[in-house]
T-cell receptor
């Protein structure tokens, strides 16, 4: 069974530029999460989807971050414009709605110069 | 709000030594508790979990017991190997499907 797929794995951009991350969850997993992991810290939730609906986006900085999950499968997270403080690893995870186990992708390491 | 506190690393051990990583949490109700592991160059993987008080999670020789009275979920392994070198994260979730709240992670280095 294929795991959670993320791309790109690495991205280097200059500040004020836009950037987008893509995630393909495990087949059949209705719940999708985006987390941000700063260096030396644990991941923190940005947004959680149940199918197409964003059910928890309280920690998403909506002035510059946006996300979508069209058709309830793949998801895209966008930052526009990027700031130096956005340098981090962006993790996507998915799970079945009744399961406590979240499966994580390899992450996208973003460096903003 | 909910929070997880775990001991800071790095923890450096010799092979076959006993490993303990302390984890305590603050949360209302009865959250599920997890240990995730991140091996060098790899993504986060679930190591073990416990969903109610006094439950013991175990996997790959690691164990952790959900202690409601001390709000703790300490990770232990009796004899570590070099291959156990990784970063370990304690986490909680208030309900199935809800977000995970993570501790800061503990880096473990096992030397031969």
């Amino acid at each position: 069974e294929a795991g959670v797929v993320q791309s790109p794995r690495y991205k280097i951009i200059e500040k004020k530029q836009p950037v987008a991350f893509w995630c393909n969850p495990i087949s059949g997993h209705n719940t999708l999460y985006w987390y941000r992991q700063n260096l030396g810290q644990g991941p923190e939730l940005l947004i959680r989807y149940e199918n197409e609906e964003a059910v928890d986006d309280s920690q998403l900085p909506k002035d510059r971050f946006s996300a979508e999950r069209l058709k309830g499968v793949d998801s895209t997270l966008k930052i526009q414009p990027a700031e130096l403080g956005d340098s981090a690893v962006y993790l996507c995870a998915s799970s079945l709605p009744t399961s406590g186990e979240q499966f994580f992708g390899p992450g996208t390491r973003l460096t903003v110069l | 709000g909910d929070s997880v506190t775990q001991m800071e690393g790095p923890v450096t051990l010799s092979e076959e030594a006993f490993l303990t990583i302390n984890c305590t949490y603050t949360a209302t109700g009865y959250p599920s508790l997890f240990w995730y592991v991140q091996y060098p160059g790899e993504g986060l993987q679930l190591l073990l979990k416990a969903t109610k008080a006094d439950d013991k999670g175990s996997n790959k020789g690691f164990e952790a017991t959900y202690r409601k009275e001390t709000t703790s979920f300490h990770l232990e392994k009796g004899s570590v190997q070099v291959s156990d070198s990784a970063v370990y994260f304690c986490a909680l979730a208030k309900a199935a499907g809800n977000k995970l709240t993570f501790g800061g992670g503990t880096r473990v280095l096992v030397k031969p």
